[in-house]
């Protein structure tokens, strides 16, 4: 096959779609990705990019074509600039690249305007586009703060709809996205399917155990508004005085500044602080996690979501304790690998550490977690079905 891959985001930057790509390369494909200039998540376009630099590249065996966009920056407007350069200038290049393609592919993160290129190369080849959606639009602006009734909300409720309908084929990573598309976008139940996402190399051969004292809990990931990483610190205060209990966060994200305030309020000494660390550098803080946190605030919408982090956690043989809803529950308890208790109930969460700090079989917990990731969300199963998809829509059966 000869395959058109949209993405605004692509190696240097840290997203699976890259491994993705190589992959369909290795299994003998021929694949274009048309992309952005590398600037996630410093929000700076990386120096080799600049002055229209290696706007061409072949990586891996990748043909990488690179269109102009603004740097992410630290603002809302530079963000919007940022997703609006992308969407513009690459539909533009869109026009003037080959048409020989036999199928095209659109990785959907947010905003769902990085896939105006694709519909645009939907309408010069004639060919099928199937979307690999991981985040759900309009209403991932509502964590923004938008509400439905506002117009910003309404307009992108109509791109949506545009976008997802003009879709020949729609994955998705979690079972909850196929009801709210049906639903909330009228798309037809079979033009949807559920492909989850899977771990990095890094995480499914065996993570070394590092020995340090205590017991002790990490939370991996973005620190926003969605993750309610308040409930770790809150839940770190009840236990505060438990001196062999301790807590790593690492990631950074927009709440970073005011949880490390909360944790200085509280005078916690059980909380770490690591900022964002290289993917070569997590193995060492997986390593000293007993159990793996998850949160995510109390919302209908997130409750859909299932965090790519758990299967990284899984990947890794980690128990995990979450305060989440929906799916994520859902998957910590049909797997067994841990606790789970209602989102944002930092209460509920402290007491789940206490449980797990008095089980003597915790262990097992890891091992159902492995079984678990194996079963469902193993890498080569997920790229053999994206594989699988790809050619299904060239040859006509979608």
Known sequence: MKILVVCQYYYPEPFRITDICESLVLKGHSVTVLTG??????????NRYRLF???NEIINGVTVKRCFLIGRGKSKLSLFLNYLSFAISCSIKSLFISKDFDVIYANQLSPITMVFPAIV??????RRLFLYCLDLWPDSLRMGGLSESSLIYRVFNKISKYIYSNSDLISVTSHSFIDYLAKNHVIDNEKIDYIPQYAEDLFTS???KVSVQGRNFVFAGNIGEAQSVETIIKAANILKEKSDIFFHIVGEGSKLRDIRKMAEDYSL???SFYGRRPLNEMTYFYGIADAMLVTLKSDDFLSLTLPGKIQTYMAASKPIIGAINGETDYVIRQSNCGYCGPAEDYEELAKNIGFF???ADVENFGRNSKKYYK???EKSKILNQIEMNLLRMVNGNV
């Open 206 to 208: 065996q993570v070394d």
């Open 269 to 271: 000494t059980n909380v």
């Open 357 to 359: 700090c008095c089980n």
């Open 121 to 126: 190369m939907k309408r010069r080849t004639k």
């Open 375 to 377: 079963n469902n969300f």
């Open 37 to 46: 200039l590398p600037n996630y998540p410093e929000g700076i376009i990386q």
């Open 53 to 55: 630099k290696n706007r």
